[in-house]
């Protein structure tokens, strides 16, 4: 419990002050009645246009008349005073015009002043509070206060008393609250025979409710303490004293390690001109009162601030109804996010100590309650800002809340709580500025607060507080605390904690004896050679003139056991250690004493990174190795190193976290240009990876064995890359723990673009390709395998495919394509852009592709077996499709692979007169215009036998025979139809039209039906169809055509398809006939019914030219049946309706 209190008196403080205040029994708010005998009658006098003397109870003239000579009382906003009905409709008149004539009255004040105190927990004696009359208030029928809090009206005013003299009303209840109490006062019921008591603290809202009849006459008081003590003093106060010195005083030896502070919450909410010991009440008052002896004894502050929390989110419902009179309805308040703050910290005297006090909710030891910014927010709010609703979600509701804390702290933080966060920086800065030669007591204060306290706090500067501390020390000349601080501040951790600089002024100010042995400390425990290096060179640059040969010994004494304790590689170091290297001992230090530790200490990696740096020293005109024998040894250096960093290396990633996914042979932001029919464009592109979710820091796989393989050819080891390649490929037993993955897959898939493009590039150099040892073909057996899985599993991207086809071109040429990757294409069931893009992409490396002695096979029959592939599998349905495969054939030069894509369409489609209608006859004109644009022969096949199957089967299965009855009866009797109203339109266009057999005319009328009936029989139209009407109401009427006409009129709209067609085919007769033949094409003639193609058809009245314009027709009755008309399409095959409009 000690340890526990030590660093958290928060609990114990609430526990105490929680249990004093239960002990207390004051209220926020006081209520009495007294009968008719209990309270004297005042005998009220009042002097305002002579009224005179008013008796009580109170009757309806004397209110009258007190009303006639009083005034509307008004309210405060702000410091505004207003008068306004809706919130205060209440007579008032002042206390100057206000007298008692019974001598008794003002001792019964004086009596119920203090009943009023006792009731509130205020210490009479100590307070001795003064009732002062303020006004005499008349309330009548319909007379309220809305909600509000009583203003300070004189100083020290401390709470409001009413007396409520005898009269008789009903309504006027006072409804009363703070914080989470509330309480309803109603003396209507025995107005009329006593005298009521009414009294609270200024700051509790209240709330006047209306009267609903009578008068109400009432007395208002204002409670006013006199004394400058705080209130209250109670005479039992020495109970928690004890505890309380104990826990403030625990709390003193805790020093930094305790709380910054506690805030309190108090009961009551206070002003900001109120904010003072003086104004305090109640339980408030009596608190602080046995905190104060207690926090001056012990040197603690106490003080008073404003908390105020700020809430955010989404409210739903309006704070009134539309109805001012309806009831009030709260706003539900969704609360997203809140913001807590501290402002305005006074001392007890009310004097300003800060603006905002530092503060975060989410610290729940200085805090009582600790949930504090929760309580708060439970109480009223003062204030709220509130969009109402928004169409489809709630409106934003911002509301403020307010109450007053106590604030306690020792003295010893007092700069924190001045300064808040800004004390570290105001620290920091003064000790780097201190010019003294010994500590003041603020600076000593500075120190203590860093050491002791700041040095502690999460994200505290220890770097920052270190060095200021350590010049400080220098300049006082006190190791003492030099050695403090860097043990403090892990100061002998490594050499850039404290720095060279101010380790070499403490050399300077303290000597050689007293910081030797702390460099030591600081240079065994630094990780990096370079900054180890650079301290010794520091040291030794800046303490030349100081004289001290033993500095300059022990110097190169540590320089030597430096360069034999080497600590592993670090970016950036690779030239230091080079340097180093040249001027003490050369590459004969380099190559017998620092090559051997760092290969033995240092990541595969970073050898890789020096031996590189040791091959661009040895090509600078000033390098360190320009002697031969230098030179040679070095390239031996850089061998042994890259051979060890390889044999070393994790090429593969194995210790890698498995990631949450790994698209393996995925090539990132590459967009691929248009496909040209050039070798040039199928260039590999380097793929570019993410780093895998989990992998530790390093190279990506892939560009790690690239790294090797580049850094092998620029330092001229070329062999080495046979062995980066055998450890890629070499086999390795599998790990059994599920989060590690094998990345060796991936690796070898993402090497396979570099790989190609290194074979193309040496293969073009005057050097000549890569040579045997380099073990390419090592490479590709092991890599093809792979390609060869991924293609069976995953939907190919262009990169891939590029990278394939170079690859299986490198590696084995048309063989191993035919035999191997052919088989694996034709079961992978590619889709079509995908065999597109892999044919393509053969096309353009077909040079690449050298066929082997004996070999049959070529490019141009791998394409035309891939090609007769898709075919097979292509679903033909529209003529976009089969035009574009077509055209791709003939792109990749495979002319009988057309042809059977041809054939195939016929055999799979020409039995479905659908499919000749709507798919076969309509790709004619596709087809003529491919044949022309690829010069090929209309006349001969493929194409010849395809205009024949497809204008055959067209003319037996959608054409049909000629009928006996000619279209242009259905044209005749159209035109015989004279009237050109809407109804009558239609059925002229229904007759003219193509293949529609009913006509309905929905709810059209009775007279429109007889009306159109009777133009039907006069045009002779039963001829061709007949009529009848339809049963509905309004009435309709339905005409349908003959079988004969129907047959008529659609063999006449089909007929023309068929010659369009022949016309697209060729329009020179010769030519057709040496397509379809001499007897083959006049049976397709005799079926169109034309001598030729380009004979003139039998003319017929075109539909859209048959006037059609509405005229004035029979009178017609007007009545519910005749509306006018509008065209409406009806979903029925040979169908169309007109409704009404």
């Known amino acids: 419990m000690e340890e526990y209190i030590s660093h958290y008196p928060q609990r114990e403080l609430g526990e105490i002050l929680s249990s004093a205040k239960d002990r207390f029994t004051g209220s926020y708010y006081f209520t009495a009645q007294y009968d008719i005998l209990d309270a004297p009658n005042p005998i009220l006098r009042l002097t305002a246009g002579n009224i005179g003397t008013v008796g009580l109870p109170l009757g309806e003239a004397a209110a009258k008349q007190i009303i006639a000579h009083s005034k509307q009382a008004p309210f405060g906003m702000g410091e505004r005073t207003l008068v306004d009905k809706d919130v205060r409709d209440t007579w008032e008149m002042d206390s100057e015009f206000v007298q008692f004539d019974n001598p008794d009255w ?113 007395l208002s008081y204002n409670l006013i303490h006199t004394t400058s003590a705080l209130r209250p003093s109670l005479p039992n106060a020495q109970g928690p004293l004890p505890q309380l010195r104990d826990v403030l005083l625990t709390w003193e030896h805790t020093g ?26 109640g339980t408030d008052a009596h608190l602080v009162s046995l905190l104060d002896a207690v926090a001056k004894e012990l040197d603690f502050r106490l003080g008073l601030a404003t908390i105020e929390c700020h809430a955010s989110g989404y409210g739903q419902g309006d704070e009134y109804e539309d109805d001012y009179d309806g009831p009030r309805r709260s706003v539900e308040f969704d609360r997203n996010t809140a913001n807590t703050t501290i402002l305005n910290l006074v001392n007890m005297d009310g004097q300003l100590i800060s603006d905002e006090l530092d503060f975060s909710a989410e610290d729940k030891n200085q805090t009582i ?94 770097r920052d507080i270190l060095r200021c501390v350590c010049a400080a020390a220098c300049q006082w000349d006190d190791i003492e605390l030099w050695r403090r601080a860097m043990c403090i501040c892990n100061g002998f951790d490594d050499c850039s904690t404290l720095g060279s600089e101010y380790i070499v002024k403490a050399l300077s100010r303290f000597g050689s004896n007293e910081i030797l042995p702390s460099i030591e400390k600081i240079l065994e425990s630094e990780q990096t050679n370079a900054k180890r290096f650079e301290l010794l060179e ?35 170091e690779n030239q230091l250690l080079i340097n180093v290297a040249r001027t003490f001992g050369g590459v004969m230090a380099l190559e017998h004493s620092m090559v051997p530790q ?47 960093a390889i044999e070393h290396e994790d090429f593969f990633g194995t210790a890698a976290t498995r990631p949450q996914h790994l698209r393996l042979f995925s090539f990132r932001h590459q967009k691929p240009a248009a496909f040209t029919n050039s070798a040039a464009y199928i260039q590999p592109r380097l793929p570019h990876y993410p780093r895998a979710y989990g992998s530790r ?111 299986v071109a490198i590696a084995g040429g048309i063989e191993l394509l035919e035999k191997i990757i052919l088989p694996k294409v034709t079961a992978g069931h590619w889709g079509t852009d995908t065999y597109k893009l892999f044919i393509r992409h053969l096309r353009a490396c077909e040079s690449q592709f050298v066929p082997k002695a004996g070999t049959t096979s070529s490019i141009t029959t791998i394409v035309a077996s891939l090609i007769q592939t898709m075919i097979n599998q292509l679903i033909l349905t529209n003529s976009a499709s089969t035009m574009e495969m077509l055209n791709f054939c003939y792109e990749m030069d495979s002319g009988p692979c057309y042809a059977d894509l041809l054939s195939r369409l016929l055999r799979e489609s020409i039995a479905a007169s659908h499919k000749v209608e709507a798919f076969l006859l309509p790709l004619i004109p596709d087809l003529v215009d491919f044949a022309s644009h690829h010069h090929i022969s209309i006349t001969a096949p493929p194409l010849v036998s395809y205009f024949k199957a497809v204008m055959s089967a067209w003319a037996q299965m959608i054409l049909g025979p000629k009928p006996t009855l000619d279209a242009s009866i259905l044209f005749a009797c159209a035109q015989r139809i004279t009237c050109r109203c809407d109804l009558c339109a239609d059925v002229a266009a229904f007759l003219c039209s193509g293949p529609r057999k009913t006509l309905m005319l929905h709810q059209i009328g009775a007279p429109a039906a007889k009306h159109v009936e009777y133009k039907l029989g006069n045009a002779g139209v039963s001829a061709i169809a007949t009529w009848d009407t339809l049963p509905t109401v309004p009435r309709g009427l339905q005409v349908v055509k003959t079988n004969e006409a129907y047959q008529a009129s659609k063999w006449a709209t089909t007929q023309p398809k068929g010659i369009t067609a022949l016309k697209r085919i060729s329009a020179d007769e010769n030519v057709l006939v040496e397509i379809f033949g001499d007897d083959g094409y006049k049976e397709l003639l005799r079926a169109l019914g034309v001598p030729w193609v380009n004979a003139p058809i039998e003319s017929k009245p075109d539909p859209s030219q048959v006037d059609l314009t509405p005229q004035p027709s029979t009178p017609m009755l007007t009545n519910e049946d005749s509306n006018p008309l509008k065209r409406r399409k009806m979903h029925h095959a040979d169908t169309e309706a007109a409704d009404p409009a």
């Open 106 to 218: 003002a001792p019964f004040i004086n009596e119920l002043a203090e009943d009023v105190c006792a009731g509130l927990g205020v210490d009479f004696h100590a307070s001795q509070p003064r009732a002062e009359l303020y006004k005499l208030l008349l309330y009548e029928t319909g007379s309220h206060f809305l909600p509000h809090q009583d203003t300070e009206k004189v100083d020290g005013m401390f709470a409001t008393m009413i007396v409520i003299l005898p009269s008789a009303f009903t309504g006027g209840a006072a409804h009363l609250s703070h914080a989470d109490l509330s309480a309803t006062i109603d003396y209507s019921a025995d107005s009329l025979s006593s005298t009521s008591v009414m009294a609270w603290y200024t700051d509790v809202t209240h709330e006047i409710k209306p009267i609903t009849s009578g008068y109400r006459l009432a």
């Open 256 to 281: 930094y390690e305790g709380p910054l502070k506690i805030v309190y919450l108090l009961d009551h909410k206070y002003s900001l001109a109120n904010l003072r010991g003086s104004a305090l009440k």
């Open 369 to 462: 309650p600790s949930d504090l910014d929760s309580v708060v927010e439970a109480g009223d709010h003062y204030k709220q800002e509130y969009e109402g609703y928004q169409g489809n979600s709630a409106g934003t509701l911002e509301r403020w809340y307010r109450r007053t804390i106590l604030v306690i702290w020792p003295s010893l933080r007092d700069p924190e709580i001045v300064y808040g966060r800004s004390y570290a920086e105001k620290a920091l800065g003064a000790l780097r500025e201190t010019a003294s030669a010994s500590p003041n007591e603020e600076e000593y204060g500075y120190v203590e607060y860093m050491l002791g306290h700041l040095v502690d706090q999460y994200g505290a500067p220890k």
């Open 538 to 572: 520091e040291i030794e640059s800046k303490t030349k003139n100081l004289g001290d040969l033993m500095l300059g010994d022990w110097v190169t004494k540590k320089r030597e056991i430096d360069l034999g304790s080497l600590r592993p590689l670090a970016t950036g």
């Open 598 to 644: 760092i290969k033995s200490n240092s990541r595969p990696e970073d050898l890789l990174s020096f031996a590189l740096a040791l091959h661009a020293e040895q090509g600078k005109e000033d390098g360190a190795f320009k002697d031969p024998a230098d030179m040679k040894a070095c390239s031996h250096i850089k061998a042994e190193l890259l051979s060890h």
């Open 697 to 807: 820091e390093r190279m990506l796989p892939t560009d790690l064995p690239e790294q090797y393989v580049k850094a092998c050819l620029k330092t001229e080891n070329e062999h080495l890359i046979g062995r980066v390649v055998e450890r890629l490929v070499e086999p390795f037993a599998p790990s059994t723990d599920p989060s590690i993955i094998d990345g060796r897959t991936s690796v070898l898939l993402n090497l396979v673009p570099y790989f190609n493009k290194l074979v193309q590039e040496r293969s073009a150099m005057p050097a000549g390709p890569l040579p045997p040892h380099a073990k390419i073909d090592t490479f590709y057996a092991a890599a093809i395998p792979l390609l060869l899985t991924h293609m069976e599993g995953t939907t190919l991207e262009e990169t891939e495919i590029t990278c394939t086809v170079q690859a």
